[in-house]
T-cell receptor, first 111, second 115 residues
């Protein structure tokens, strides 16, 4: 059974204080690992897809990295508008493209 | 979100009544999914569809049924609503082409309260 564990559950940062969110996973035959952002009252919004260990992707203040067992979402010099819940999900090969999600990390960035 | 809409956005219903939630897409995607999101549990898959009239169960399918008679519509029915089905329900459409693997595009969600 595919499993995704995200830590911490909640993280509070000051504006400009860089940090990382963790996503550890077990999956049979990783097809892709996904990061989403979710704002209150809205559906998750796609951020990144990572396919293989060693891969990195960046978007503005966010950088996602992948190893064989975990992924990190690094947030550099965050701003209050980065406050959201960040979700990690894995997709196994042959799974009819189903995603298994972690419970998310609630990030709050204070001005 | 553009291309996928859910209705209704909010609904309050009584225990024991049937409820149907609708997901409509204009992207012609083959794959569609229904998830529920609850505090402490995250997003959990209820049912999914891989084509017209082709559906399968997810991890929390008890008490739910689905139907897909057209590519663009995927209906989720709570056969007899219970308080444990109070949740936020998300529909998603999936990219089924390797070169466009962004996972899902999600709808805006339906907040269902069973009283």
């Amino acid at each position: 059974e595919d499993q995704v564990t995200q830590s911490p559950e909640a993280l509070r940062l000051q504006e400009g204080e860089s940090s990382s969110l963790n996503c550890s996973y077990t999956v049979s035959g990783l097809r892709g690992l996904f990061w989403y952002r979710q704002d209150p009252g809205k559906g998750p919004e796609f951020l990144f897809t990572l396919y293989s260990a060693g891969e990195e992707k960046e978007k503005e203040r966010l950088k996602a990295t992948l190893t064989k067992k975990e992924s990190f979402l690094h947030i550099t010099a965050p701003k209050p508008e980065d406050s959201a819940t960040y979700l990690c999900a894995v997709q196994a090969g042959g799974s009819n493209y189903k995603l298994t999600f972690g419970k998310g990390t609630l990030l709050t960035v204070n001005p | 979100d553009a291309g996928i809409t859910q209705s209704p956005r909010h609904k309050v219903t009584e225990t024991g009544t049937p409820v149907t939630l609708r997901c409509h897409q204009t992207e012609n995607h083959r794959y569609m999914y229904w998830y529920r999101q609850d505090p402490g549990h995250g997003l959990r898959l209820i049912h999914y569809s891989y084509g017209v009239k082709d559906t399968d169960k997810g991890e929390v399918s008890d008490g739910y049924s689905v139907s897909r008679s057209k590519t663009e519509d995927f209906l989720l029915t709570l056969e007899s609503a219970t308080s444990s089905q109070t949740s936020v329900y998300f529909c998603a459409i999936g990219a089924d082409r390797a070169e466009a693997n962004y996972g899902y595009t999600f709808g805006s969600g339906t907040r269902l309260t069973v009283v």
